[in-house]
């Protein structure tokens, strides 16, 4: 027993002396984790969060969100000038007033003129629009020059195709007792296929073209001239209002069964069995009202349209290019009512500020020192090119 406790006592010796050695297995040291500065950390620890590289975590706060996201639709329908329609709502509701729009200067090239100023003494002529409250406006003055410059187109061309025809020169005439514009041109021997058409067709229609404006004409007749070397045909013909009239309008017994009015009349007779033919009136006559049974009138359209009109001393004017037929009132009653009347002949360019100067315009020049006012009985233009010039013929007090 004795020996025994010895021998523990020796053990103990050897591990208190194992401890003091320079070289021995070292002990996990529990204590130590604290101070190391590279192991591996626990996540729930508190040292973790304040590593300088971790796992990174998903940022929650996106009311935060940066500048660059998915639009939020922002419902401000009210302030909008363009939003889906909605039914009104119960009540009244005032109607927005109406503004007329500005009226557009009143010249236009084939609209009629009024002259009622006195021309300049240099000779020359002063356009001015026929506008009852503004009759100063739109007025257009031609200088009386020695050379007017001007770039002259005229073409001529089928209708409805618009198949050019080579044309050497055309002229184009009307005047206050005429309803349709007379037609004339010269064209080369190979347009003759152009202008001539089938055997029992209707004339061919074509479009003639002077500085702008265009005129729609019937090829009615042709006729061929040869000279040594040169061979040409000459086509002569009517505007396209020559439809209502012979050879082309059948012969038809108009009357008034009731009461019309005279613009009523001339509507009622640009029908066929109550079928408009597609012309219309543009009236400016004073109207007045036919009893049932007075209009009685047998012949064409046009005839009967001359009719009505010149019961109120008018005339008609055809438009050169559309289906309109004009009618101008007591032109001819008021320049013939008192005094001597003369008839002079202006020649002047088809110039852009003016056009084509149509009957019923009234027209101020200076004849040598004497201002004079006189309305236009008759045009007529050549267009030969490169020059293309307009005769008017004026009627006016001496």
């Known amino acids: 027993m004795q020996i025994g406790g010895r021998a523990g006592h020796a053990d103990a010796i050897r591990l208190r002396a194992a401890r003091s050695s320079a070289f021995e297995e070292a002990i996990r040291a529990e204590w130590l984790r604290w101070a190391v500065g590279h192991q591996d950390t626990w996540r729930d620890r508190r040292f973790a969060t304040v590593s300088l590289y971790q796992e990174a975590l998903r940022h929650a706060g996106h009311f935060h969100a940066e500048g660059i996201r998915s639009a939020v639709y922002l419902r401000r329908w009210w302030t909008s000038l363009w939003q889906a329609a909605m039914r009104p709502l119960p009540g009244r509701h005032p109607p927005v007033p109406f503004v007329p729009p500005e009226e557009p200067a009143c ?25 009852p409250d503004h009759p100063e406006a739109g007025s257009v003055l031609v200088p009386n020059r020695r050379v007017y410059f001007v770039i002259n187109e005229v073409t001529l061309t089928c209708w409805p195709d618009g ?33 001539v058409p089938e055997l029992g067709a ?14 729609h004409v019937l090829a009615e007749n042709l006729s061929r001239e040869r000279v040594f070397g040169d061979a040409n045909i000459r086509i002569t013909g009517r505007g396209r209002s020559a439809a209502l009239a012979a050879p ?17 009349l001339m509507e009622d007779v640009l029908t066929i069995n109550g079928i408009p033919l597609g012309w219309t009136v543009d009236w400016a006559l004073t109207d007045w009202l036919v009893p049932t049974g007075v209009f009685a009138k047998q012949g064409t359209w046009i005839e009967a349209l001359n009719a009505i009109v010149g019961a109120a001393g008018g005339y008609l004017l055809p438009h050169p290019a559309e289906k309109i037929l004009r009618v101008r009132q007591r032109g001819i009653a008021i320049l013939s009512d008192t005094s001597r009347q003369i008839e002079v002949t202006l020649r002047l360019p088809v110039l852009p500020e003016t056009g084509i100067i149509e009957p019923g315009a009234f027209v101020a020049y200076q004849d040598g020192g004497v201002a004079r006012l006189g309305i236009v009985r008759s045009t007529r233009v050549e267009a030969g090119l490169p020059e293309v010039w307009q005769t008017l013929g004026v009627q006016s007090h001496a």
Not at 114 to 130: K, Q, W
Request: charged share 15%.
């Open 107 to 131: 010249y236009l090239p084939n609209a009629h003129l009024l002259f009622t100023e006195d021309a300049a003494i240099d000779g020359d002529l002063l356009f001015v629009c026929e506008h």
């Open 163 to 195: 198949t050019p025809v080579p044309v050497l020169d055309l002229s184009l005439s009307l005047d206050a007792d005429s309803w349709a514009w007379g037609f004339e041109a010269m064209l080369p021997v190979i347009a003759e296929a152009l202008v």
């Open 248 to 264: 082309y309008a059948p012969v038809i017994t108009f009357a008034n069964t009731e009461p019309r009015s005279a613009q009523q």
């Open 202 to 215: 209707a004339p061919v229609e074509l479009i003639a073209t002077v500085n702008g404006t265009a005129f």
